[in-house]
């Protein structure tokens, strides 16, 4: 139990979904709780702040396997700062994919930043489909896990947690890439756009 920190590593913060899975989060924790946007870059000041917690919880996207370079910016920032000893990490990540345990890799490197600046690490969560999961009549599984996520977190019996789609690869793929098509179109972007590797820039070269 204790004052919590949410650190919304999204680079889209403001529009994310990890805004969402945030504000779930916040719905489950009885306690006090502030939020912070990367995306507000005042990191040194809010590094400056971390005494007042005694949690801190990462919610953030997976990019490439990783974590978002607006992340790891305020994580350098947390390296440069005089962090209190008894902080505690925690993370909830989520993935367009449908296996959360691709955010196996960016655990990992949470994991390792804790040990190297000497944190405790706690709970985790992973999400797998996180793009499209609270849009979907599956949304209760994810609020389940959050509560758990909140309640190992309050009780301080740590646990690595995850949640997902019921749903084959195969469903999944098929599902995912009907509303990709409908997104392009509505944005007037065709299918063999959205294969190329061009990016919004590039189209006007
Ligand atoms: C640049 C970029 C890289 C991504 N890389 C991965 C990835 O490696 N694996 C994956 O499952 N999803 C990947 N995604 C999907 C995001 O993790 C997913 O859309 C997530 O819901 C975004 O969360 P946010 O709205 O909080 O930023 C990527 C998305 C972007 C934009």
Same mark, same amino acid.
């Given at each position: 139990?204790?004052?919590?920190?949410?650190?919304?590593?999204? /680079?889209?913060?403001?529009?994310?979904?990890?805004?969402?899975?945030? +504000?779930?989060?916040?719905? !489950?924790?009885?306690?006090?709780? =502030?939020?912070? &946007?990367?995306?507000?870059?005042?990191?040194?000041?809010?590094? @400056?702040?971390?005494?007042?917690?005694?949690?801190?919880?990462?919610?953030? /996207? &997976?990019?490439?396997?990783?974590?978002?370079?607006? &992340?790891?910016?305020?994580?350098?920032?947390?390296?440069?700062?005089?962090?209190?000893?008894?902080?505690?990490?925690?993370?909830?990540?989520? *993935? $367009?994919?449908?296996? /959360?345990?691709?955010?196996?890799? @960016?655990? +990992?490197?949470? %994991? !390792?930043?804790?040990?190297?600046?000497?944190?405790?690490? $706690?709970?985790?969560? *992973?999400?797998?489909? $996180?793009?499209?999961?609270?849009?979907?009549?599956?949304?209760?599984?994810?609020?389940?896990?959050?509560?758990? &996520?909140?309640?190992?977190?309050?009780?301080?019996?740590? =646990? +690595?947690?995850?949640?997902?789609?019921?749903?084959?690869?195969?469903?999944?793929?098929?599902?995912?890439?009907? !509303?990709?098509?409908? !997104?392009?179109?509505?944005?007037?972007?065709?299918?063999? %756009?959205?294969?190329?590797?061009?990016?919004?820039?590039?189209?006007?070269?």
């Amino acid at each position: 139990m204790g004052r919590l920190l949410i650190i919304n590593g999204s /680079p889209r913060a403001p529009r994310s979904n990890s805004r969402r899975y945030a +504000a779930l989060f916040r719905r !489950y924790w009885k306690e006090p709780v =502030d939020e912070y &946007l990367v995306t507000d870059c005042q990191h040194t000041l809010i590094c @400056a702040q971390l005494s007042r917690y005694d949690h801190l919880l990462l919610v953030f /996207p &997976l990019y490439a396997d990783a974590l978002p370079a607006a &992340l790891l910016r305020f994580l350098q920032e947390m390296e440069r700062a005089l962090l209190p000893a008894n902080l505690r990490v925690h993370t909830l990540v989520n *993935c $367009g994919f449908l296996e /959360p345990e691709q955010n196996h890799t @960016a655990l +990992a490197i949470l %994991q !390792y930043f804790c040990a190297k600046n000497s944190m405790k690490y $706690g709970s985790s969560l *992973c999400i797998g489909s $996180g793009e499209a999961i609270l849009d979907t009549p599956f949304s209760f599984l994810v609020r389940h896990k959050i509560k758990k &996520l909140a309640s190992s977190i309050h009780t301080g019996h740590y =646990d +690595a947690f995850s949640v997902t789609m019921p749903l084959t690869k195969k469903m999944f793929i098929r599902a995912s890439t009907r !509303y990709w098509l409908s !997104y392009g179109s509505k944005n007037h972007i065709s299918e063999v %756009q959205m294969r190329t590797m061009q990016v919004e820039g590039d189209n006007e070269a």
